[in-house]
C-alpha cells in the first residue's frame, strides 16, 4: 500500500485515540451542578437493582466521548452557516417539524458522511494517481465543508420553494375569501370556510389561524403571526387589509380582490424578468438546433440540383 494512505490512516487513527482520551479526561471532573445537586433533589426511593436499562443513557455518554460539546459544535456551525435565529426562522417558514438542535445534528451528519466519502475518494487518489497528500486532505475537508453547507442550503431551498406555492395559492385564496365575505360572512368565518375548502400549504396555515381564533386569540394577531412566520409581504398586506377591515368596518371584498390581482401582476412580472435573465440561454436551442436545420432544409435541394446538373 502507498506509504502516504498508511500516514493519513495512521494519523487520523491517533488523532481520534487523542480525542477521546481528553473528552474521557475532562468528563470525569465533576462539575458544580454534579457536586450539588444530589443534596437538592429528592432521591427515587426504588433500588437501583430494580431500575430500568439504562442503555440510552449509556449510549449518549460513549458519543459524549467523541462529539465535541454541543455549545462548541453550534458555535463553529454558526461561523461556517446562519446563526440560531436566521435556521430558528427557516425552519418556521419551511414548516418542518424540526428544532434548531435537530438540525444542526443533521449537518455534522451528513459533514461527517461528506468526510467519509472525502476519504474514500482520496484513498482511490492515491492508490490509482500516487497524488500529493495537501491536495487529498484538503479534498477531504473540501467534501466534509460541503456537505454542511449544502444541507444549510437544502434548508434554504425548502423554505423559498414553500414560500412560492404559497404565493401561488394566495390569489385564489383571496378571491373565495372575498366571495365568502360578500356574501355576508365574517372575516374570520370567512377564511375558516376557504382553508377547509381548500388544499395546500397556504389552506394549511390558515387552518392554524382558524385554530388559534377558536382557541381565543385574536384574529388580527393570529394573521400577524402568520405573516411573521412565512415573511412574504402579501400576507402582510392581507393581515393589515383584514385588520383596518375588523377595527374600522370597512369593506373588504373589494380589497381582497386587488390585492389577488396584484399578486397575479407581481407573479407575471417575475417570469418576465427571469426570461428576459435568461433570453442569451433560451437562444441557444434556436442558435445551435433550429437554424443549422434550417440552413440544411434550405441549401440541400440546390446542392441536389447543382450535382445533377453537373
Known amino acids: 500500500m502507498n506509504p ?130 495537501v491536495p487529498l486532505v484538503l479534498l477531504v475537508g473540501l467534501c466534509g465543508l460541503l456537505g454542511v453547507l449544502g444541507c444549510d442550503r437544502d434548508l434554504t431551498a425548502r423554505a423559498r420553494a414553500r414560500e412560492s406555492r404559497m404565493l401561488e395559492e394566495f390569489p385564489t385564496f383571496a378571491e373565495l375569501v372575498a366571495l365568502a365575505v360578500g356574501a355576508g360572512e365574517g372575516p374570520a368565518a370567512s377564511i375558516e370556510r376557504v382553508a377547509r375548502s381548500m388544499r395546500g400549504e397556504l389552506a394549511r396555515e390558515f387552518v392554524r389561524v382558524a385554530a388559534e381564533v377558536h382557541a381565543g386569540v385574536g384574529l388580527t394577531d393570529a394573521l400577524e403571526a402568520l405573516a411573521g412566520r412565512t415573511g412574504l409581504p402579501s400576507l402582510a398586506r392581507f393581515a393589515e387589509t383584514v385588520a383596518v377591515a375588523v377595527a374600522r368596518g370597512t369593506p373588504l371584498a373589494h380589497v381582497l380582490r386587488a390585492q389577488a390581482q396584484d399578486v397575479r401582476d407581481a407573479g407575471r412580472a417575475a417570469l418576465m424578468e427571469t426570461g428576459g435573465k435568461k433570453e442569451v440561454l433560451m437562444m441557444v436551442p434556436v442558435v445551435l438546433l433550429v437554424l443549422p436545420v434550417t440552413v440544411v432544409f434550405a441549401v440541400f435541394p440546390g446542392i441536389s440540383t447543382l450535382q445533377v446538373g453537373l
Open 4 to 133: 502516504w494512505v498508511v500516514g493519513v490512516c495512521s494519523g487520523l487513527g491517533a488523532g481520534l485515540g487523542v480525542l477521546v482520551v481528553l473528552r474521557a479526561l475532562a468528563a470525569r471532573r465533576p462539575s458544580l451542578v454534579a457536586r450539588v445537586s444530589p443534596y437538592l433533589r429528592a432521591r427515587s426511593a426504588t433500588s437501583g437493582l430494580l431500575a430500568e436499562d439504562d442503555a440510552p443513557g449509556r449510549l449518549a455518554a460513549a458519543l459524549a466521548l467523541v462529539l465535541p460539546d454541543p455549545a462548541t459544535v453550534e458555535r463553529a456551525l454558526a461561523r461556517l452557516g446562519a446563526s440560531r435565529d436566521d435556521v430558528a426562522r427557516r425552519i418556521r417558514r419551511a414548516d418542518l417539524p424540526w428544532t434548531v438542535e435537530a438540525f444542526r445534528l443533521r449537518q455534522v451528519v451528513v459533514g461527517c458522511l461528506g468526510l467519509a466519502g472525502g476519504l474514500a475518494a482520496a484513498v482511490l487518489l492515491a492508490v490509482l494517481r500516487d497524488a500529493q497528500p
